[in-house]
């Protein structure tokens, strides 16, 4: 028997999980750098590579109404309890790590869109997921002592 890669969703504040109750067929990392091409003079356009971008990430997946054999363990029978799950995250701007087992996706997201439908007359519901990659911020706090400046996080 095949064991399937779980594609699970972490709310370390809450500390809950979801683990999507079908394996996606697959999914698709986004991610590079940026780069700003400069023109010069008598040299033409010559590129200039920056920091990293923010990973994107997209996943196509099947909330089901019925109990399939692919299912996971204690799938959830109710497809729009997960889009309603999906949709709190978004509007809540819920910070969750995202994990794919057997691989090295272990990624603090938001979600940023869901697009959902039903397609076959099952009742089972149809979405994409697109995450994009959290990345948090530290301010660096400037004091003054004396005729000096030193930085403290």
Excluded at 34 to 53: C, K, Q, R, W
Excluded at 101 to 116: C, D, F, K
Excluded at 120 to 143: K, M, N, P, W
């Amino acid at each position: 028997m095949i064991k399937l890669k779980k594609f699970i969703f972490k709310d370390t504040e809450k500390n809950t999980e979801l683990v999507l109750p079908v394996t996606p067929p697959s999914f698709t990392v986004y991610h590079g750098i940026n780069i700003e091409v400069v023109n010069i003079h008598t040299l033409g356009d010559v590129a200039l590579p920056g920091y990293s971008t923010l990973a994107t990430l997209k996943i196509e997946c099947m909330f089901p109404a019925k109990n399939y054999p692919f299912n996971q363990p204690n799938a959830d029978l109710n497809p729009y309890s997960y889009i309603k799950k999906f949709d709190d995250w978004k509007n809540n701007h819920t910070i969750l790590r995202f994990i794919v087992s057997g691989t090295i996706v272990n990624i603090p997201v938001l979600v940023q869109e869901i697009s959902y439908g039903e397609q076959d007359g099952t009742g089972d519901v149809y979405a994409t997921i697109t995450l994009r990659e959290y990345r948090r911020l530290s301010a660096v706090q400037v004091t003054k002592t004396g005729n000096a400046h030193r930085a403290v996080e």
